[in-house]
């Protein structure tokens, strides 16, 4: 129990009565103003409860408040608000053409922006950030282009993929020149040496410039510089899907890996496929 109070002698102050091994306890009381600030805190908990919605009641209900406040009807009208701006622009983007678009200031100025955000969430999971590419996934960044680098064209591959299930996808097919007995082994490095010689890396085989005009040059062309409308890659720029070592190439005559990419139609409406493609388009690569 708490003994007599004292008046402690070095400070003057009151104690509690308090005592334990020989140490007092002084009795310091709160300063006013924090005791104001506390009340006033617990009166505009009080306040706020009445005002704004607060107590949950049961499952899925709660009180409402005397103001009818609610975030998420803010939320809505602002949702609804940004919504009627951007149809305008929806609007403009769907009423021209992806060309049309790009000799707009500002329409390319918007393109840009929501291009960059719709690339950043769809497409650098498989293309890397900023267009940089990965293995078995192109560059977007320099000059090579499987189906073409005009806004049209890369508007179609966007809009419609490549190698899926849609009719309108790019297909192109190089055949299994090992696995389905066209060329025996020899025939396949020999084939490699003269189109890593395409690609100014080494001296160029005669055999291997033969077979490549029988078998290859329909699709590649006969100086190797490939052809956009079956898809067929430039093999003179050094610049390789599946690797450019020698044993890189001959694993891809022997039996080619085929790369895949999704339609994108059903996913991002008309305005957001022609934004990321004038976005991809001036990545650097464009036509």
């Known amino acids: 129990m708490a003994e007599k109070k004292e008046v402690d002698s070095l400070t003057g ?44 009641i049961g499952l899925g209900d709660y009180t409402k408040g005397v103001i ?22 929806r609007d403009r983007f769907e009423a021209e053409t992806v060309t049309e678009i790009a000799r707009d200031p500002e ?3 918007f393109a840009m922006g929501g ?13 890397g950030s900023g267009g940089a590419g990965a293995p078995a996934f192109p560059i977007l960044v320099d000059d090579d282009w499987l189906w073409g680098g005009t806004l049209e064209q890369i508007h179609h591959t966007v809009v419609y993929g490549v190698r899926n299930d849609h009719p309108e996808a790019r297909m192109s ?8 007995g066209i060329l025996d082994r020899e025939e396949i490095a020999a084939v490699a040496d003269h ?46 899907l599946f690797g450019g070592t020698r044993s890189a190439i ?27 493609t004038i976005y991809v388009h001036a990545l650097g690569g464009g036509q």
């Open 195 to 240: 189109v890593l010689h395409l690609a100014g890396r080494s001296e160029d085989n005669e055999r291997g410039r033969e077979i490549f005009a029988e078998q290859c040059a329909a699709c590649h062309g006969d100086d190797g510089k490939g052809m956009d409308e079956l898809g067929a890659p430039d093999l003179t720029n050094d610049i390789w």
């Open 68 to 89: 009818g406040y609610s975030a998420r009807a803010d939320l809505m009208r602002d949702l609804e608000a940004q919504r009627a701006e951007r149809a305008v622009w």
């Open 250 to 276: 001959i694993a891809q005559i022997r039996q080619p890996r085929h790369g895949v990419m999704p339609y994108w139609f059903e996913r991002l409406g008309d305005a957001e496929l022609k934004q990321v």
């Open 107 to 109: 329409l390319l100025q």
């Open 173 to 180: 097919e190089m055949p299994a020149y090992g696995t389905d």
């Open 13 to 56: 102050t009151e104690t509690t009565g308090h005592e334990w091994d020989d140490i007092k306890e002084l009795n310091t009381p709160l300063p006013r103003w924090w005791l104001y600030v506390f009340y006033a805190t617990i009166l505009f908990s009080v306040v706020w409860v009445i005002l704004y919605p607060a107590w949950p």
């Open 115 to 127: 291009g960059r955000v719709i690339f950043a969430d769809n497409c650098a999971p498989c293309h």
